[in-house]
C-alpha cells in the first residue's frame, strides 16, 4: 500500500508500556505526518460528553458477484483502524411469508428488487450505528428466509463499510453514505462468477440459476443498479483487484480521522478549576474507621497483605454507602410472631455492576458481596502513553442494560477521562443518565468536575476527595497507582519478601 | 419476614452486622499520625490504638464473630455461655472464656438481640468479675427495643460496646440502668423483637 502508511518498527521505539510485557504492541500507524491509531478506540466524544463526530461511513455498491465483500474486505485491512464494522444488506432481507417462500423455491421471487429490503430497518440502524449507539442488526438465514431469533449486537464504530447490490437505491440511505464507491465488474465475469458460486457452493442447478439470472437479477440490476453508478464518488473497476483505487479509498478515509482526532485529556485539565463541588457527589461519612483504613492504604511502607485487606473493607463501606441512593418502596412484611413490620424494599429493575479494568475490578467482590446474583459487565480502558489520551479496548456488557441501574467502578479517577468515556459507552447503550453510579476510592476534584460538568445526572460516590493532580495526572497526596499495589505489579521488591505461604 | 429463605436471611443479617461492627469499631480510641503516600506527599491520617477484644453471648452473639473477623483478622475473641434456667426464668451463666488479660483491654461485646436485657446484664456482671470496667465495654447489637437508643460517645472510660442488632425500648433501658457507661450500637430499636434470630440464623428452627 505504498510508502504513506508504514508500521513503526517494534525493536527501539521509545515507547514505555506499564501493561505486562507478554502482551504484543498495539499496531501503530503513521502518516507522513504523524502517528494517529493504535489498537483502542480513541476519544468520540467531547469534555462535554456529547459525541463530537459521526462514525464515517462508506458505502459499497455494484452488481450480483461484483466482488463487493472483496474491496470491503481489502478496505478494512489496509484502513489497519480498530472498531470499523462491515454492515450487510444482506442482513435486511424482508421476512417471506409461506407464498413467497414457494416462489422462493422455484427461483422466481425477485431477491434482486427494492421491494425484498427492509429499509426503514436498514435507514433506522444505520442511522443509530453512524451516530455511535450500540444497535442490534439481524441475522438473516437464507435458507428458511427469515431472521434468526438472535441478532447481533454491534457497536463502537469509528469506520462503518456498508455493502450491498442496491446501497445507493434509497434516497434516506444517500444521505448518511461519507463516501460512496461503485464496483463495476464486466457482467460477463459476474455471471461466471455467479454460476461458480451457485452451483459449486451452494448446490443449485444451472437450469434454475439461469432462469434467475434472466428474469430477475439482470433486468433488476439494469433498471436499479447500474443507473446508481451516477451518485457515486469513485467508481472501482475490476473490483478487488484494482488496488491503486482501493489506495486512494484507504487515503480519504485516513486523512478524514485524522481530521477528527479529538483530544479530551487537555481539555479537561484547563477547565473547571476552583469551582465547588458539584451536588451529585456524595462522600462517604469521615469515620475515625474510614480515616484509619485510608491511612493504611496511602501509606507507601503498607504491605500488599494489608493494603488488600483494607481497600476490601473500604470498598464494602463504599458499597454499602451507594446502596442507599437507590429508591425505595415501603413495604409491610409479616414477621415470624405474628406481627406487621413497616419495612422498605428496592423497587425497580435490576442493577447491574460494571469495572473499568483492571483496577476496578478489584471492586467487583465487595459488589457481589452484598448484592446477590448481580450481573457484571467488564470495559477495558488504558491510556494511549503517546497521546495522553483514554483509549478504549474492549468491552464486555450484559444484554439489556438499558433499564438497570448501573454501578460503574474504578479504584481511582484522577482527570476522570477514562471514567467519562465508559459513562460514555454506557449512554451509547441507552443507560440512562441518572441511573449511573460512578463509584470510586479515591478522586480528585478535576476528576469529579470533568464527569460531572459532562454528565450532570451520573452519581458520583466515593470514600474521598483529593485537591490536586501532578503533571502525570496521578492524585495527590494519592495513594499511588492502585492497580500496581493490589495487583503486585509495582515494580521488583526483595525475592524472598515475606508473603507467607501464599507466595 | 417469615417468608424469607434462611440463605437470604442469614445474608441480609451478614450485611448488617458487618455495617454494625463498623460502627463500633468507629468508637475505639486513635491517635493522630502522618503517614506518606506513593507519590512521596504527606497524608495526615489516625491510628487506632491497640487492646481490643470482642466477647460473643453464645450462641447467637457468635453470628456475629465472623463479621467482626472480617473486620479484625487476628483481633481475640472470648465467650460467655448464658442460657435462662428453667425453673426461675433467670438468666444463667454456664460458661466463660476470655483473654486472661482482658481487664486491661475494650470489649466489644457481641449480641444480636435485645430483648429484656436480662442476657446482656448478666454478662457484664460476668465481665466485671473478670476486671473489665462496664465504661470500657461496647455493646453491638442488631436490634434493640426503644429505651436504649442514647449512643454515648467514647470516653477514655467507655470502653465495653455491645454491638447488637435489635433492641427492644425495655431491654435497653435496663442495661443502661445497671450499667450507666456502657456503649450500645443496634441497627433498630422496635417494641417486639425478632426472638426466633438465633433459631434462623443457626438453622435450628
Known amino acids: 500500500m505504498g510508502g504513506q502508511f508504514s508500521r513503526l518498527p517494534l525493536g527501539p521505539a521509545p515507547r514505555r508500556r506499564t501493561a505486562s510485557q507478554c502482551q504484543p504492541e498495539p499496531p501503530l500507524l503513521r502518516t507522513s505526518k504523524r502517528t494517529i491509531y493504535t489498537a483502542g478506540r480513541p476519544p468520540w466524544y467531547s469534555e462535554t460528553g456529547a459525541p463530537v463526530d459521526e462514525a464515517f461511513v462508506i458505502g459499497l455498491c455494484g452488481g450480483s458477484a461484483s466482488g463487493k465483500t472483496t474491496v470491503a474486505t481489502r478496505i478494512i485491512e489496509a484502513l489497519d483502524v480498530p472498531w470499523v464494522v462491515l454492515l450487510s444488506m444482506d442482513s435486511f432481507y424482508k421476512v417471506l411469508d409461506e407464498g413467497q417462500q414457494a416462489l422462493a423455491a422455484r427461483s422466481d421471487y425477485n431477491f434482486d428488487h427494492p421491494d425484498a429490503f427492509d429499509f426503514e430497518l436498514l435507514v433506522s440502524v444505520l442511522r443509530k450505528l453512524k451516530k455511535g449507539k450500540s444497535v442490534k442488526v439481524p441475522v438473516y438465514d437464507f435458507t428458511t428466509h427469515s431472521r434468526r431469533r438472535e441478532w447481533k449486537t454491534v457497536y463502537g464504530a469509528n469506520v462503518i463499510v456498508f455493502e450491498g447490490i442496491l446501497a445507493f437505491a434509497n434516497k434516506e440511505l444517500l444521505k448518511l453514505l461519507d463516501m460512496k464507491v461503485f464496483v463495476d465488474t464486466d457482467s460477463d465475469i459476474r455471471l461466471v462468477r455467479r454460476l461458480q458460486r451457485d452451483i459449486m457452493e451452494r448446490g443449485r442447478d444451472i437450469v434454475g440459476v439461469i432462469k434467475q439470472y434472466q428474469k430477475f437479477v439482470k433486468p433488476a440490476f439494469e433498471q436499479y443498479i447500474e443507473p446508481t453508478v451516477q451518485v457515486a464518488d469513485i467508481v472501482v473497476p475490476r473490483g478487488g483487484e484494482n488496488s491503486v483505487a482501493l489506495d486512494l479509498i484507504v487515503q480519504h478515509v485516513h486523512s478524514q480521522l485524522e481530521k477528527r482526532e479529538i483530544t479530551v485529556r487537555a481539555a479537561l485539565a484547563s477547565a473547571h478549576q476552583g469551582q465547588p463541588l458539584p451536588k451529585t457527589l456524595s462522600v462517604l461519612e469521615n469515620t475515625p474507621q474510614v480515616r484509619g483504613m485510608h491511612t493504611i492504604i496511602r501509606n507507601k511502607d503498607t504491605t500488599r497483605d494489608e493494603f488488600i485487606f483494607y481497600s476490601k473493607r473500604l470498598m464494602r463501606l463504599l458499597i454499602e454507602h451507594a446502596l442507599s441512593f437507590l429508591p425505595l418502596k415501603s413495604v409491610t412484611v409479616e414477621t415470624p410472631q405474628g406481627t406487621m413490620y413497616e419495612g422498605k424494599r428496592f423497587h425497580r429493575q435490576r442493577i447491574t455492576g460494571v469495572s473499568i479494568l483492571r483496577a476496578g475490578e478489584t471492586m467487583e467482590q465487595a459488589l457481589t458481596a452484598v448484592c446477590k446474583d448481580i450481573r457484571l459487565g467488564k470495559i477495558l480502558i488504558q491510556t494511549n502513553l503517546d497521546t495522553g489520551e483514554p483509549e478504549l479496548h474492549y468491552l464486555r456488557l450484559p444484554k439489556e442494560i438499558s433499564e438497570d441501574y448501573v454501578i460503574l467502578m474504578d479504584s481511582t479517577v484522577s482527570t476522570g477521562a477514562a471514567a467519562m468515556m465508559a459513562v460514555r459507552v454506557l449512554l451509547d447503550h441507552d443507560v440512562q443518565e441518572d441511573r449511573i453510579f460512578l463509584l470510586s476510592l479515591l478522586m480528585a476534584e478535576m476528576g469529579v468536575h470533568s464527569v460531572a460538568y459532562a454528565f450532570p445526572r451520573v452519581r458520583i460516590i466515593t470514600t474521598a476527595v483529593d485537591k490536586r493532580i501532578n503533571e502525570e495526572f496521578h492524585i495527590i497526596p494519592g495513594i499511588g497507582n492502585f492497580g500496581d499495589r493490589y495487583f503486585g505489579t509495582d515494580g521488583p521488591s526483595a525475592w524472598c519478601e515475606s508473603d507467607g505461604m501464599d507466595c | ?205
Do not use: W
Open chain 2, 1 to 205: 419476614m417469615r417468608k424469607s429463605s434462611r440463605g437470604d436471611f442469614v445474608f441480609s443479617a451478614d450485611r448488617l452486622i458487618r455495617l454494625v461492627v463498623e460502627e463500633g469499631l468507629n468508637q475505639l480510641p486513635y491517635t493522630e499520625c502522618t503517614v506518606t503516600t506513593p507519590t512521596g506527599h504527606k497524608y495526615e491520617g489516625v491510628r487506632f490504638e491497640k487492646g481490643n477484644c470482642g466477647v460473643s453471648i453464645m450462641r447467637s452473639g457468635e453470628a456475629m464473630e465472623q463479621g467482626l473477623r472480617d473486620c479484625c483478622r487476628s483481633i481475640r475473641i472470648g465467650k460467655i455461655l448464658i442460657q435462662s434456667d428453667e425453673e426461675t426464668q433467670r438468666a444463667k451463666v454456664y460458661y466463660a472464656k476470655f483473654p486472661p488479660d482482658i481487664y486491661r483491654r475494650k470489649v466489644l461485646l457481641m449480641y444480636p438481640i435485645l430483648s429484656t436485657g436480662n442476657t446482656v446484664i448478666e454478662a457484664v456482671k460476668v465481665l466485671v468479675e473478670h476486671g473489665v470496667q462496664p465504661s470500657v465495654t461496647i455493646l453491638l447489637s442488631l436490634f434493640s427495643t426503644p429505651h436504649n437508643d442514647s449512643r454515648p460517645l467514647p470516653s477514655l472510660q467507655s470502653v465495653i460496646i455491645l454491638l447488637s442488632l435489635f433492641s427492644t425500648p425495655h431491654g435497653a433501658k435496663s442495661i443502661i440502668q445497671e450499667f450507666p457507661e456502657i456503649t450500645i450500637l443496634t441497627t433498630e430499636v422496635h417494641p417486639v423483637a425478632p426472638t426466633h434470630f438465633g433459631q434462623k440464623y443457626f438453622g435450628t428452627d
